[in-house]
C-alpha cells in the first residue's frame, strides 16, 4: 500500500478556502475539526464561485463543475487560503497545473437518495410523472430504469433543490445521500438506492483536500486524515471519468469497492439523446497501489468504449 512520504515539519497554522453554502462549510469544519484536534490553529475563507451563482443554466453547459473549484484554487495561489476541502465528486479529473490532492479522506454514504413528499419508493411514480435533476449521469439511469418519466432541470445547492420539491414542482428528486446525511436531513430520504440499481459517480460521498502543489508543510500536516481504502477506490473511479475525456460533464457513473484487497470496479455509460438502455463494464484486480488503481479504470474505460459509450 502507499504511504505518504513526508519530509517537512507540519504547518501549524491553516486557512480553508470554502464555498459558502451548508454543504461547503459543513465540510470545511470537519476538516477544521479534525486538524484543530491535531493543534494547529484553523480559520475560514468562504467565498462564492461561478457554479454557486450559475443556477439557470445546466452546468455541463456552461463549463463543467471546475466552476466550483476555480475561485478557491485563486485564493491557494495567491496565498489568501492554504487548502480547499472539496466534494471529490465536484473536483475535475486533472487539476490545473500547480495544483494536486494532498489527501482523500474516509468516504460517506457514496449512493444516490430517492426524496419525495408522497411516493416512497421510484416505483411507486404514475407513468409520466416529473423528476427532478440536473445530473446527466442521474438522467440515463433514472431512464433506464423508468423510461417513462419526465426529467426535469434540477439546480442549486441541497436547501434550493429540497425547496424546489416541496414547492411541488416534481414527484420526487434524486440526491446524494452522503450530502442529506452530513447536513442531518436524513430524514428527508424516502429511500436509499442500491448501487446496482443507480451506479453513483465517481468520488460521490468523499472529501478531497485540494493544496498548491509542493506545500510539503501541509502534506505533512494532512497526511493523517487521509484514508488509502477510500483513496483507492476514488482513484480508479476518477481513472475511467479520465480515460473517457477527462470531463465531469458526462453521463457517466463509476463506483468501486475493496474487498479483501480487491478493488472492484463497475461503470455504466449513457447516451442522452438516444436510447435508454446503459452500457456497462466491470473489472476487478488485486489492489497494490494508487497507479494500479488508474490502470484498472483505464481498463474498465475501454471496455466501456468498445462496447459503445463516447
Ligand atoms: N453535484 C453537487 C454535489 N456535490 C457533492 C454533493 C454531495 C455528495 C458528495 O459529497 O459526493 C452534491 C449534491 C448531490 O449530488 O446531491
Same mark, same amino acid.
Request: charged content about 25%; glycine content about 8%.
Given at each position: ?200 459517480? #465517481? ?87 494508487? #497507479? ?16 459503445? #459509450?463516447?
Amino acid at each position: 500500500m502507499e504511504s505518504l512520504t513526508v519530509s517537512a515539519a507540519p504547518a501549524t497554522s491553516v486557512v480553508i478556502a470554502t464555498r459558502e453554502s451548508r454543504l461547503a462549510l459543513w465540510q470545511a469544519e470537519h476538516v477544521k475539526a479534525l486538524l484543530q484536534a491535531r493543534g494547529a490553529q484553523v480559520s475560514l475563507l468562504g467565498m462564492t464561485t461561478q457554479g454557486d451563482q450559475i443556477l439557470d443554466r445546466s452546468l455541463s453547459k456552461v463549463g463543467g463543475k471546475g466552476l466550483f473549484v476555480k475561485e478557491l484554487e485563486v485564493a491557494l495561489d495567491e496565498g489568501r487560503a492554504d487548502i480547499a476541502v472539496h466534494s471529490l465528486k465536484d473536483v475535475p479529473m486533472d487539476l490545473p497545473e500547480g495544483f494536486e490532492l494532498a489527501c482523500v479522506m474516509e468516504r460517506e454514504d457514496p449512493r444516490d437518495a430517492w426524496v419525495s413528499p408522497q411516493y416512497a419508493r421510484l416505483e411507486d411514480l404514475p407513468q409520466g410523472a416529473v423528476v427532478g435533476t440536473s445530473s446527466l449521469r442521474r438522467t440515463v439511469l433514472l431512464r433506464a430504469l423508468r423510461p417513462d418519466l419526465k426529467i426535469e432541470p434540477l439546480r442549486g445547492n441541497l436547501d434550493t433543490r429540497l425547496r424546489k420539491l416541496d414547492e411541488g414542482l416534481y414527484a420526487g428528486i434524486v440526491l446524494a445521500a452522503a450530502g442529506l446525511k452530513r447536513l442531518e436531513l436524513s430524514s428527508r430520504i424516502r429511500h436509499i438506492f442500491e448501487t446496482e440499481q443507480m451506479l453513483p459517480a #465517481a468520488g460521490q460521498g468523499a472529501l478531497g483536500i485540494e493544496i498548491r502543489a509542493g506545500r510539503e508543510d501541509l502534506k505533512a500536516l494532512l497526511a493523517p486524515l487521509a484514508n488509502m481504502d477510500t483513496w483507492l477506490r476514488v482513484a480508479a473511479e476518477r481513472a475511467v471519468s479520465r480515460a473517457m475525456g477527462g470531463s465531469c460533464s458526462m453521463p457517466l457513473a463509476a463506483h468501486a469497492v475493496l474487498e479483501a484487497g480487491v478493488l472492484h470496479l463497475r461503470a455504466a455509460w449513457g447516451d442522452p439523446q438516444g436510447a435508454a438502455t446503459l452500457v456497462q463494464a466491470q473489472a476487478q484486480t488485486a489492489v497494490l497501489d494508487l #497507479a494500479s488503481a488508474e490502470q484498472l479504470g483505464v481498463q474498465v474505460a475501454q471496455v466501456l468504449r468498445e462496447s459503445g #459509450a463516447h
